[in-house]
């Protein structure tokens, strides 16, 4: 089997096995797993509506997990996604909602680029240069930048200048034109999914057609290899965590210009950290984040009706999806199952 079709076979067989394990525990617990699927296929494309918020939730998802994969192909773990998208919806939402007079086609990409710049900003100074220079692993680095990036938010949504006075800790509204506008109305799918699709054309094109994306990789794969073949290993360890975090940060603009319009006190969004299972199971393509996005999307917009029609309890969603993530990050058991199936076969044509 060519490498091409074993890194798409290999995450449809992980999800069919989370599939078929989740349903054995439905029934284990006295659930009807036909019902349960049936209500958040539903939930997640039964209607107009249901696949539009299931799109407009696989918008986040899918760029900021293209940053994670560019990070994963340099061989660096950035786990600090999220707080880089925090960091691109403070500085998202404060272009929106401070400068005035601006026209829509000025405002929007000022707040995105001003975003994105932060982001990378925020994954590429201290994460980066500490893990070129001093060796310090970004795991660490990009994780504890993440907490200073969600007690910023708290700070300044709670006591500091974002503050909304007389409300519950919220930012002000962006300007009108700094909105995204939505496509389907009466939902939050707005044409963040056009940057998103855009996104991953361009992290695909950067990646494999250029020659940057091809020193990330080739790091990725052995630094001491790349070295001896004249590549700047510590440039690309800082090009690819201040990418990640770029892109990071623009997930989290376009989040707040084209759904939330404002920026919320809490502790989470949870998207960069849902992120890093979106790119593991894409295998770090940038196409298969795309379809990887959706399907954690879809999970998530789904089990809040198979929740409510078929009472099944709306966590059996987290169960599928860390049997995913177990699935995919053992392919050895997966190829078990596979050599084991195969000898089941032969013993019974044997017989």
């Not at 061989?75 to 026209?103: C, D, H, M, R």
Request: charge should be positive; proline fraction near 4%.
């Amino acid at each position: 089997m060519s490498k091409v079709l074993k890194s798409i076979y290999m995450p449809i067989l992980a999800v069919v096995i989370a599939i078929i394990i989740g349903s054995i525990i439905m029934l284990a617990t006295g659930f009807n797993p036909v019902a349960a699927y049936t209500s958040l296929f539903i939930g997640a494309f039964g209607t107009l509506p249901n696949i539009a918020n299931t799109l407009a939730n696989a918008v986040p998802l899918i760029i900021t997990g293209l940053g994670v994969a560019i990070a994963f192909n340099a061989g660096l773990f950035n786990i600090g996604a999220e707080g880089q998208y925090w960091i691109g919806a403070i500085v998202g939402t404060w272009i929106g909602y401070s400068f005035k007079g601006l026209p829509w086609y000025i405002h929007i990409p000022l707040a995105l680029i001003a975003a994105m710049i932060a982001g990378g900003l925020w994954g590429g100074i201290i994460p980066g240069f500490a893990k070129a220079y001093t060796g310090a692993h970004e795991v660490i680095t990009t994780m504890m930048m993440s907490y200073v990036a969600i007690y910023f938010s708290h700070y300044l949504l709670e006591f500091g200048p974002m503050m909304e006075k007389g409300s519950v800790p919220q930012s002000p509204l962006i300007r009108n034109s700094a909105v995204i506008p939505t496509i389907v109305p009466n939902t939050q799918l707005s044409y963040g999914i056009v940057i998103a699709l855009v996104a991953a054309l361009f992290v695909y094109w950067l990646m494999y057609k250029t020659v940057w994306g091809y020193e990330m990789r080739a790091v990725g794969f052995n630094q001491r290899a790349s070295k001896y073949a004249g590549m700047n290993v510590p440039f690309n360890i800082v090009l690819s965590l201040s990418l990640s975090g770029i892109f990071a940060g623009l997930a989290g603009a376009v989040q707040i210009l084209g759904v939330q319009h404002r920026l919320y006190d809490s502790f989470t969004s949870g998207y960069g950290y849902t992120a890093i299972v979106v790119a593991l199971l894409a295998k770090n393509n940038p196409i298969g984040v795309v379809f990887s996005a959706l399907l954690f999307a879809a999970l998530g917009t789904g089990s809040q009706y198979m929740q409510l029609n078929a009472q099944v309890p709306g966590q059996l969603t987290d169960v599928i999806t860390g049997l995913i993530i177990f699935f995919v990050a053992a392919d050895k058991i997966i190829e078990l199952f596979k050599t084991m199936f195969k000898k089941q076969k032969k013993e019974e044509l044997a017989s």
